[in-house]
C-alpha cells in the first residue's frame, strides 16, 4: 500500500495548481456487496467509470488474474462454491479492491492538498452529512484510511521534502474529527503553516484508541510544539482522562429551528441501531416504558415512529440525517439511549430536542447534572418512577432560559 501512498504523493506534485481527472479505468461494484443507493461520495470523487455485475461469476479467471478487473469492495464469503472462492481469493491476493485504495489517495490528498479558512474532516460519511448541516460555512470533508502508522509516518516524511512544493499559506482553520495521529497531524501542519488545527473527538475513547494514556501525552505534546491549537471531547469523562476541554455536541440553532413547521404526527420518535450483533440490550430499558404509553394512550401505536437499524447492514439500512431531523421536528417526544455507556457525552438527540423544545425519554443519566435538566423536560429511565410518566407526557413544558440554550448551539464554534 505504500505504493499507492507514493503513487498519489508524487501526482500531487506533478498536477500541483491543476483539477487532477477522474480515473478513467472501470470499477466494478457486486449487486450482492452494494446497491446503488448506497455507494459513497468518495467513489464517485474519484472514478466516473462505474459498472454494477450481479456477483463475482460474471468475471473470468484470466480478466482477474491479469489485473483487468479493479472492484470497490471484496465480495461476501456466503454462498460461494468453490470456483467462486477461488476468484475471491484471487481479487484479495492481487489487491485488486479499491475500496482501500480511495481511502489512501483521500488521504493523501487532504494532506497535500489546498484548503480553504474553515475545514472540518471528519471519520465517516454518515458524520461529515451531520457537521454539513450544522457547520455550512465550513468545507467538510470526509479523511480515512489514517489507522496505519506507518503509512503515517511516510506521508510525514514526504511532507517534510514536499514542503517546497506543496506548501499551501492559506490562513484559516482546520479540524479533525477523530484523527489524532500526531505525524498526520504534523504533516498537515508543516503543508498548511496558517491553519489553526484543532482535535474534535466525536466517539468515546475506547473506539479510539486502546492507550489513553498515549493519547493524552501525544496530545499535549502536540499543543507544546503548535502543531495544534487546542484539543476537545464531547465527553466530560474523556476530556477529563485527557486533560482535554469538555465541549458537548451542540447543533446549529438556525438549522434546527428551520425544521419544525408546527406540525405534529408521532407520540415519539426513536431511530437507531443495537449495540452490536450479540448485544440487543440497548433498547431493553425503553421496552416497559413503550408498553405503559400503549396502555396510557389506547391509540398510541398508530403514532410512534420507531425505525431499528440492522447492525450487519447499517450503511444500507441508515437514513439520512435531512430524513431524521424531519421526522423529530413532527414528534412530540425524542427518545434518546446511550449508544455506548453511561460515561459518554451527550448525544446530538439532547441539544436537537432542546432547541425544537420537545420532551426527552432517556436512560442517560448524566442529565440529572446538566444546567437543562428540567423535570417537565426529561423522563429518565432508572431514575423516575414509571408512575411519572403519564403526568411527564400529559403535562407543559416549562421554558428554557435563552443563555442555556445559547450552550447548545455551535454556530460560533473555534471562531472566538
Known amino acids: 500500500m505504500a505504493m499507492h501512498t507514493l503513487y498519489r504523493w508524487f501526482g500531487n506534485i506533478k498536477y500541483r495548481g491543476k483539477t487532477r481527472a477522474k480515473n478513467d479505468f472501470e470499477i466494478f461494484i457486486l449487486s450482492e456487496c452494494h446497491s446503488l443507493e448506497e455507494l459513497p461520495d468518495i467513489l464517485k470523487k474519484y472514478f466516473g467509470n462505474i459498472n454494477y455485475k450481479k456477483g463475482i461469476k460474471d468475471f473470468s479467471f484470466w480478466g482477474l488474474l491479469s489485473g483487468r478487473y479493479h472492484f470497490y469492495g471484496s465480495p461476501p464469503k456466503k454462498n460461494l462454491n468453490l470456483i467462486d472462492k477461488i476468484k475471491r481469493a484471487i481479487i484479495k491476493c492481487f489487491f485488486v479492491n479499491y475500496g482501500k485504495v480511495i481511502g489512501i489517495w483521500n488521504l493523501v490528498d487532504i494532506i497535500s492538498g489546498s484548503v480553504g479558512e474553515r475545514n472540518i474532516f471528519t471519520p465517516d460519511e454518515h458524520v461529515a452529512e451531520i457537521y454539513k448541516y450544522h457547520f455550512p460555512d465550513y468545507s467538510v470533508k470526509e479523511i480515512s484510511g489514517h489507522s496505519k ?80 491549537e487546542g484539543a476537545e471531547s464531547y465527553s466530560e469523562y474523556d476530556a477529563e482522562l485527557l486533560d482535554i476541554c469538555y465541549k458537548p455536541n451542540a447543533v446549529n440553532g438556525q438549522v434546527i429551528k428551520s425544521m419544525d413547521i408546527g406540525v405534529r404526527d408521532y407520540l415519539y420518535t426513536f431511530i437507531g441501531s443495537y449495540k452490536s450483533v450479540e448485544d440487543k440490550s440497548r433498547l431493553d ?41 424531519g421526522y423529530v ?14 460515561q459518554e457525552g451527550f448525544s446530538f438527540r439532547i441539544p436537537e430536542a432542546l432547541i425544537l423544545n420537545r420532551k426527552i425519554i432517556t436512560n442517560c443519566r448524566l442529565v440529572l447534572s446538566s444546567d437543562f435538566y428540567d423535570a417537565s423536560r426529561f423522563f429518565v429511565i432508572g431514575y423516575d418512577s414509571i408512575n411519572r410518566l403519564e403526568s411527564f407526557v400529559k403535562g407543559n413544558l416549562e421554558p428554557l432560559h435563552p443563555d442555556i440554550l445559547k450552550n447548545y448551539q455551535c454556530n460560533d464554534w473555534w471562531i472566538y
Open 329 to 342: 421536528s413532527k414528534s412530540e417526544i425524542v427518545i434518546d439511549m446511550c449508544r455506548i455507556n453511561q
Open 149 to 228: 502508522p506507518s503509512r503515517n509516518f511516510l506521508i510525514f516524511v514526504l511532507a517534510g521534502i514536499s514542503r517546497k512544493f506543496l506548501c499551501d499559506n492559506t490562513s484559516g482553520i482546520s479540524v479533525f474529527a477523530n484523527m489524532v495521529s500526531p505525524f498526520l497531524l504534523k504533516a498537515y501542519k508543516i503543508l498548511h503553516p496558517n491553519q489553526k488545527i484543532y482535535i474534535r473527538l466525536h466517539d468515546c475513547v475506547s473506539h479510539i484508541t486502546n492507550d489513553p494514556a498515549k493519547l493524552r501525552g501525544d496530545i499535549r505534546s502536540l499543543i507544546e510544539n503548535k502543531v495544534i
Open 285 to 325: 430499558d425503553f421496552s416497559k416504558i413503550k408498553e405503559k404509553l400503549c396502555q396510557i394512550f389506547q391509540s398510541a401505536p398508530n403514532y410512534i415512529n420507531e425505525y431499528i437499524i440492522n447492525i450487519d447492514n447499517i450503511k444500507r439500512e441508515r437514513i439520512s440525517y435531512s430524513r431524521y431531523l
